[in-house]
């Protein structure tokens, strides 16, 4: 499942039966290749829904089993250090050999255990058209620094 189709599916309690609101954000921690926890936006405010309280992800919405489960984010808290695709699409990707492969512009999850299994590399084009993507087996992360993912090419390439 592509990150990207997370954003705006409606996180529904199964227990009270409501919409406790929109996935605003998939928040991953690269070093592990995990999908970490989900950042919320509802009608009490925003709020954070560790994967693990996950119950199921559907094709249009995200069950959890309650509303207890929501955690409220906070400055220097457990969630702090996960990163968004909007910021992981800040990082440049670079190979061992040196070769700039791109930015992230989207990774790709298993739903049932929220293991990140490919990024998609892309550099090159104007407004999103064109250019190069290159698709990255999660096995392939050596590294996730402040502004460099590095990876190796001796894994490879989903499908191969």
Same mark, same amino acid.
């Given at each position: &499942?592509?990150?990207?189709?997370? #954003?705006?599916?409606?996180?529904?309690?199964?227990?009270?039966?409501?919409?406790?609101?929109?996935?605003?954000?998939?928040?991953?921690?690269?070093?592990?290749?995990?999908?970490?926890?989900?950042?919320?936006?509802?009608?009490?405010g925003s709020?954070?829904?560790?994967?693990?309280?996950?119950?199921?992800?559907?094709?249009?919405? !995200?069950?959890?089993s309650s509303?207890?489960?929501?955690?409220?984010?906070?400055?220097?808290?457990?969630?702090?250090?996960?990163?968004?695709?909007?910021?992981?699409?800040?990082?440049?990707?670079?190979?061992?050999?040196?070769?700039?492969?791109?930015? !992230? #512009?989207? !990774?790709?999850?298993?739903?049932?255990?929220?293991?990140?299994?490919?990024? !998609?590399?892309?550099?090159?084009?104007?407004?999103?058209?064109?250019?190069?993507?290159?698709?990255?087996?999660?096995?392939?992360?050596? &590294?996730?620094?402040?502004?460099?993912?590095?990876?190796?090419?001796?894994?490879?390439?989903?499908?191969c």
């Open positions: &499942m592509q990150a990207k189709a997370l #954003n705006g599916m409606a996180i529904v309690s199964l227990q009270e039966g409501t919409r406790l609101g929109r996935v605003h954000a998939a928040l991953f921690d690269l070093s592990t290749r995990q999908l970490e926890a989900l950042s919320v936006h509802g009608d009490a709020f954070m829904v560790p994967f693990a309280q996950i119950e199921q992800i559907g094709s249009d919405a !995200i069950t959890v509303s207890q489960v929501t955690q409220t984010p906070s400055t220097g808290g457990v969630f702090d250090a996960l990163l968004g695709l909007d910021a992981l699409s800040k990082l440049k990707v670079v190979d061992q050999a040196g070769t700039h492969l791109g930015t !992230i #512009n989207e !990774i790709e999850f298993d739903p049932a255990s929220g293991q990140v299994t490919q990024l !998609i590399a892309h550099k090159g084009g104007v407004l999103g058209l064109g250019g190069t993507s290159t698709p990255l087996d999660a096995r392939a992360i050596l &590294m996730v620094g402040p502004e460099l993912v590095t990876v190796t090419t001796s894994v490879p390439p989903p499908g």
